[in-house]
């Protein structure tokens, strides 16, 4: 009886010892890999690949601007275009025909024939245009002089002398007057009337003063050379109200009532 019993254990210890060889080796490798004694890998059962939940409309990833999120364009021009200013433009500075410079000036003309007994004028002043382009508007309003005299009366007489569009380039002008006639109240040497053929060469030294020579000769009543004249015009706030000292030249020589 007790050697049944020891057969039967013996053949109960081998069927299940075979048994524990016959095991899958898989099972024992993802036992290992994963840890988990069951053998159970884990994961989605169907193999497909975890999906992302879906992402909140009002949240941003990374720098990607939202409808909400401010972006940054830098320098980019607007729809309206980009201006830059002209580093050669300034405030007071025109073009075209619009008046750059105005004035009125004592002009006086110092003859070759008697240099201190200037004929006098009021000159009225307007340069227009571009730099390079400007022209000069001259009119000349001849002043009454007693005979020998300097300063007295100077009260406008005749009517003025008008020259357009002279070119000016530079701050220098030349033109030529044309026949002139000046009345003989405007005469302090002889008093007589004058007509003269006259051509100017004058140059602007600043804005208070312009000065030049005179060429020509006069006509009528005698033929007389008039090369080697002068003229200078100096600026005047109030025509009623001229200076003493009459500028005669370039280099500022200046003449009183004898």
């Known amino acids: 009886m007790d ?10 210890c081998m069927i299940l010892s075979a048994a524990c060889t016959d095991r899958d080796p898989l099972d024992s490798a993802t036992m290992a890999a994963t840890g988990d004694p069951s053998g159970d890998p884990g994961g989605d059962p169907t193999g497909e690949p975890p999906t992302d939940p879906p992402s909140d409309p ?7 601007p939202t409808p909400t999120t401010a972006v940054d364009t830098g320098d980019l021009p607007t729809t309206g275009g980009s201006t830059s200013a002209d580093p050669t433009m300034t405030s007071g500075s025109t073009t075209g025909d619009a008046p750059v410079e105005s004035g009125q000036y004592l002009l006086a003309v110092s003859t070759s024939v008697a240099p201190e007994l200037p004929i006098q004028f009021i000159a009225t002043n307007t340069v227009s245009g571009a730099p390079g382009q400007q022209v000069l508007h001259l ?6 002089l007693d005979q020998g005299k300097v300063t007295t009366p100077r009260t406008p007489v005749g009517e003025p002398l008008v020259f357009e569009a002279i070119p000016v380039t530079d701050g220098i002008f030349k033109f030529d ?3 002139v006639m000046i009345a003989g ?11 003269a053929q006259l051509a100017m060469v004058g140059e602007f030294v600043d804005q208070d003063f312009f000065c030049g020579t005179v060429d020509g000769e006069v006509t009528a009543p005698l033929m007389t050379s008039l090369t080697g004249s002068t003229f200078a015009a100096v600026r005047v706030a109030d025509p009623s109200d001229l200076p003493v000292e009459v500028t005669l030249d370039c280099s500022g020589d200046t003449v009183l009532d004898p």
Do not use: W
């Open 3 to 12: 050697f049944r019993l020891l057969s039967l254990c013996t053949l109960v």
């Open 58 to 64: 009002g949240t941003t990833t990374g720098d990607v």
């Open 139 to 144: 009119e000349l309003q001849p002043l009454a």
């Open 177 to 179: 007057l044309g026949v």
């Open 185 to 195: 109240a405007a005469n302090p040497i002889t008093g007589g009337d004058i007509t």
